[in-house]
Structures are given as C-alpha cells and as structure tokens.
C-alpha cells in the first residue's frame, strides 16, 4: 500500500497545538518528498509545508511560517506537522501526499499519493 495514512486532527481552541502525523510507505527513500496540504470548505486544496525524507526541501506558506513545523522520522517512515497558535483561518481538512516521482513543488499535480485526510477545527 502507497497511501498515506493521517492521524492527528481534532478540535482545538484558538492558540492551541496539535500535532498531525503522517505514517508513509513506498517512496520513503532520501530522493522523495511528502507533502501537507489543508483544503477548508468552499477553498482549493494549498500545500502548507513540504519536506524531503532526507530532511532537506523544506517549505512553509506564508500564512503557517513560524507557526507550523514539518519533520520526519526516517525509521518510522512517518512525517509530522507539529501546529502551534492555532486559528480559526486554519481550519481545513489536513491531508498528506507522497510527491511524484522526483517533483519537488507545492502544486497538487506534483503529488500521486493521497492520505484520506484528517480534520483540524479551530474554536474562537
């Protein structure tokens, strides 16, 4: 099985954390990245961090930079997205990607694999 499968979502009030996690399989070698994308209703689906499982190619949006931190352990094939100072604007439907080949980018189309997503509410 190459799906991602993601853990983590809940309900949190505003300046909470949670801490997604995202149990890989497949592609897990150094060349491959993983991505988190949120998908908020009425909203397209935007990657908010990437990492390469070699630890390198990080990327954060704008809205998450500071806040949001992405990582990986290798021997667990599992990557994280540690979320702190939660907001209302941050809730969405979390879900985790395995990239496409060696494509390393932000856009959807750069991703093959799709977990089922896990949801992440913001209380003001």
């Known amino acids: 099985q190459v799906q991602p499968v993601e853990s983590g979502g809940g309900l949190v009030q505003t300046g909470g954390s949670l801490r997604l996690s995202c149990a890989a399989s497949?592609?897990?070698?150094?060349?491959?990245?993983m991505g988190w994308f949120r998908q908020a209703p009425g909203k397209e689906r935007e990657c908010v961090a990437r990492i390469m499982w070699s630890g390198g190619g990080t990327y954060y949006a704008d809205s998450v930079k500071g806040r949001f931190t992405i990582s990986r352990d290798n021997a667990k094939n599992t990557v994280y997205l540690q979320m702190n100072d939660l907001r209302p604007g941050d809730t969405a439907v979390y879900y985790c990607?395995?990239?496409?080949?060696?494509?390393?980018?932000?856009?959807?189309?750069?991703?093959?694999?799709w977990g089922q997503g896990t949801q992440v509410t913001v209380s003001s």
């Open positions: 497949g592609r897990t070698s150094s060349s491959y990245a």
């Open positions: 990607a395995t990239a496409r080949g060696l494509r390393l980018g932000t856009r959807v189309n750069d991703y093959m694999y």
